[in-house]
């Protein structure tokens, strides 16, 4: 992925925070458990961070001549919040509980994302 799809991955991505934070806040109180609705909030927060992770990659990449580092953590990146992110939405709203068995996957596509972003970051900057 390039620099422009990513950040155009992280503002969807963002928008898709937002309106899944509201969703839960409004339309999910009450229908699910406290810790669902725990699970929910966590998949917010960490689908806001790494949506902000992916604008910030796509600017890198787009500034530093597009390195296949910062490819590579920005693909990482978007791949943690689908498999992250997705499986505990899922998770919350289906109570499936093998969707748990994926997050793991997703968070460490995370902490290799950042890793290879701060490798990009000091090699290219």
Do not use: K
Request: hydrophobic share 60%.
């Amino acid at each position: 992925m390039n620099g422009r799809g990513m950040v155009v991955a992280g503002c969807l991505a963002a928008f898709a925070g937002v309106a899944l934070g509201a969703f839960g806040a409004h339309a999910l109180r009450g229908a699910l458990s406290d810790r669902m609705l725990e699970v929910w909030q966590t998949a917010v927060q960490y689908n806001l961070v790494h949506a902000l992770g992916l604008v910030l990659a796509g600017l890198l990449a787009r500034y530093t001549g597009e390195p296949r580092v910062i490819r590579l953590a920005g693909g990482l990146m978007l791949a943690g919040v689908l498999l992250f992110c997705g499986s505990l939405y899922l998770l919350a709203v289906t109570g499936i509980g093998w969707l748990g068995a994926v997050t793991p996957f997703g968070g460490v596509a995370f902490l290799v994302s950042w890793l290879l972003l701060a490798r990009g970051a000091w090699r290219h900057l």
